[in-house]
C-alpha cells in the first residue's frame, strides 16, 4: 500500500490496517521503520498525508516512522507541531533527529522533564535568548534528575555553538565537561556520547580551555573523569583524527596537579584523584598499547561503580559491542580467574544489562587458547554485527592479566574488605554451609561505598511442612577506619560461630516460609 502512486488512497488503507491490527502504536511504529520500500518517493508522499490529515494516532505514527528514514526540510515544520501531541513526542523526535537536531532535542525534553527542572532551559532557548539558555545552562546541578538528558540539553542549547561564542567561560566549560562524561556513561543503553554529533569538536574546545577552570577538587576530579573517557571509555568510539585523542591525554595530563602518594584518611574525592591519576596517562615503555589489555575503573567518589573494560586493538569492547551496560566489576572477571586461557574453551560474560539478563540481555565471549594464541570468538548477546575472531600472542595476554590482577589501584577500603571477605567465603564453603546459607553477593552499597554488604540466601534442608522456597538476607558493615584485613577476618570469625540470620537484616522470600521461622516480611517502600 506504500506504493501507491496516490498518497490518500494511500493513506486511507494505512488507517484501515492499523485498525485491523490493533498494535500498540510503538510496536507498529516499530515495524514500520523496518520496512523495505520499493518506492521512497511514493512512500514520502503517503507519510505527509498521513501526518497531515490522518485521524488516528497509529497511522499518524505510521507516517512519522516513514518519516525517520524519508523526511525532508519542509516536514520540520508538521513535525514539531505534532510532537506536542500526548503520545506522539517520542516519534516527532526521532524524525526530527536527522533534521533539525535542536527541535528534536526540544520536543524530547518536554515530553520526559516532568518536574519541571529544565523548563527554565527550554523556555530560554525558544525565546531565542543566548544570555538566557546559558544561565540556564550553568544553574544545572549533578544532582538534577534531569542531566541524565545530557545530550539533548547540549542539543536544544547548542552548547558548541556557546562554547565557540564563549571559548573561556569557567562555569560554562565546567558544565561542558559534565555534560560530556554524562554522555559517556553507559549503565542503560547506548552511551550518547557517540549520537552527539559535534562530540569531538566539544572535548577539543573543553581540553584547549581547561586551564580556566579554577584549580578546585571537583573540577579536577572532573578533568581526570574526561581524561578515563577518552582513554578507555565509549569517546574513544569517535571517528578521531590519527592522533588527535592522545592528545588531548596529553594536554590534560599537564593540567592535572599531581596527586598524594597516601591516601587522604576522610576525603573521598581526594583518595579517587590519588588511586585513578596516572591510569589514563600510563603508557608501556615502548610507547605502545597492548593488543589485549585490561582497564578497571572506579567511575567516581561517591559511587559503588566498579567496571573492568576490556580494550581489544585499542577498542573497548563493551561499549563497541553491547552499549546496555557497563563491563562486569573485576571481582566478576579478575578474581574469580574467568579471563584464564585454557585449551578447553570456556564462556565468559563480560557484561550484564542494566536491567538484568533476563531483561535486555548480556554479553558473552568464548575464551580458549590455541598453541601459543589466545583466541577470543562465539561471541554472543552483541548489539550488530559480530567481529572476527581475535588473537592475541598468549604471553602478552597472560603477563596483561597478571597486571591487572595484580593492580588493586582502583579499590578502596570498603571494596578491600568486601573482597578478603568474598575471597575467605569461597576458599571456606563451610561457614555458610553449617548455618544453610548460600552467599549470594558481597560488595559495597550502592549509595554509601564505604559500607560493605553481605547478601545472602537461606534454603533450609528440612522446611517447616506447607513451605518452600528461600529467604534473602543483608548483612550491611558500616565503616569503622580499621584494616581491610582485620575487618574480613572478623566478619569471618564471627560466621565460625554466629548464625548470620539471628542479626542480619531480613530481605524478604517465601511468605510462608518467613512466617513459619518468624521472619517478619520488610516494609513496604514508601511511594514517591
Not at 583524527?241 to 596527586?259: F, K, N, S, T, Y
Not at 591519576?277 to 559511587?303: C, K, N, Y
Not at 548483612?475 to 582485620?486: C, E, K, N, Q
Request: one cysteine or more; a negative charge; aromatic letters at 6%.
Amino acid at each position: 500500500m506504500l506504493h501507491d502512486p496516490d498518497p490518500v488512497r494511500a493513506a486511507a488503507a494505512v488507517h484501515r490496517a492499523a485498525a485491523e491490527l490493533a498494535m500498540p502504536h510503538r510496536t507498529l511504529r516499530a515495524h514500520t521503520a523496518r520496512l523495505a520500500l520499493a518506492d521512497e518517493d511514493a512512500a514520502r508522499r503517503t507519510a505527509r498525508q498521513l501526518i497531515r490529515t490522518g485521524t488516528d494516532a497509529a497511522a499518524v505514527g505510521v507516517g512519522m516512522a516513514l518519516l525517520i528514514r524519508l523526511g525532508e526540510p519542509e516536514d520540520v515544520p508538521c513535525l514539531k507541531a505534532l510532537g506536542m501531541l500526548g503520545g506522539l513526542a517520542d516519534a516527532a523526535s526521532a524524525a526530527l533527529d536527522p533534521l533539525d537536531r535542536q527541535a528534536a532535542a526540544l520536543l524530547y525534553i518536554r515530553s520526559r522533564d516532568r518536574p519541571g527542572e529544565l523548563t527554565p532551559l527550554t523556555d530560554a532557548v525558544a525565546s531565542g535568548d543566548t544570555e538566557a539558555t546559558r544561565s540556564a545552562l550553568v544553574s544545572l546541578t549533578d544532582e538534577a534528575q534531569a542531566m541524565w538528558l545530557g545530550r539533548r540539553i547540549a542539543e536544544a542549547a547548542d552548547l558548541h555553538g556557546l562554547l565557540r561564542a564563549r571559548p573561556q567561560d569557567a562555569e560554562l566549560l565546567a558544565l561542558t565537561g559534565r555534560l560530556l562524561h554524562r554522555m559517556a556513561d553507559q549503565l542503560e543503553s547506548r552511551p550518547d556520547i557517540l549520537d552527539y554529533r559535534p562530540a569531538r569538536a566539544v572535548y577539543e574546545a573543553l581540553v584547549r580551555h581547561a586551564d580556566r577552570l579554577p584549580p578546585t577538587p571537583e573540577h579536577r576530579s572532573l578533568l581526570l573523569s574526561i581524561a578515563l573517557d577518552l582513554h578507555s571509555g565509549p569517546a574513544v568510539l569517535l571517528n578521531w583524527r590519527p592522533g588527535r585523542r592522545r592528545a588531548l591525554l596529553d594536554a590534560l595530563d599537564g593540567l592535572l596537579p599531581a596527586a598524594a602518594p597516601e591516601p587522604v584518611p576522610g576525603d573521598r574525592e581526594a583518595d579517587w584523584f590519588r588511586r585513578n591519576r596516572q591510569l589514563p596517562f600510563a603508557r608501556a615503555e615502548d610507547g605502545d598499547r597492548p593488543r589485549w589489555e585490561v582497564v578497571v575503573v572506579h567511575g567516581s567518589a561517591d559511587s559503588s561503580a566498579v567496571e573492568t573494560r576490556i580494550l581489544a586493538d585499542g577498542v573497548p569492547l563493551v561499549a563497541a559491542l553491547f552499549g546496555k551496560g557497563r563491563g562486569n566489576p573485576p571481582e566478576h572477571l579478575l578474581d574469580s580467574g574467568r579471563l584464564c586461557a585454557a585449551p578447553e574453551p570456556r564462556e565468559v560474560q563480560l557484561a550484564e544489562a542494566y536491567c538484568t539478563e533476563g531483561c535486555c540481555g548480556a554479553l558473552y565471549v568464548t575464551v580458549r587458547r590455541d598453541g601459543d594464541e589466545v583466541v577470543w570468538d562465539g561471541w554472543r548477546g552483541a548489539v550488530g554485527p559480530l567481529p572476527p575472531p581475535y588473537r592475541f600472542d598468549a604471553d602478552a595476554y597472560d603477563a596483561e592479566l597478571a597486571r591487572a590482577e595484580r593492580d588493586h589501584s582502583w579499590c578502596w577500603p570498603a571494596r578491600s574488605t568486601a573482597r578478603l571477605i568474598a575471597a575467605g567465603l569461597r576458599a571456606r564453603p563451610e561457614l555458610t554451609a553449617r548455618w544453610e546459607i548460600s552467599q549470594h553477593w558481597v560488595g559495597t552499597d550502592w549509595r554509601n561505598p564505604d559500607t560493605v554488604v553481605l547478601h545472602f540466601r537461606h534454603e533450609p534442608s528440612a522446611p517447616p511442612p506447607g513451605t518452600g522456597g528461600s529467604l534473602a538476607f543483608h548483612w550491611s558493615l558500616p565503616d569503622d577506619d580499621g584494616p581491610p584485613r582485620d575487618r574480613a577476618a572478623a566478619v569471618l570469625r564471627r560466621l565460625e560461630t554466629d548464625d548470620p540470620k539471628a542479626f542480619a537484616t531480613f530481605g524478604g522470600g517465601n511468605d510462608e516460609l518467613a512466617e513459619a521461622l518468624g521472619y517478619r516480611p520488610p516494609p513496604s517502600a514508601p511511594r514517591a
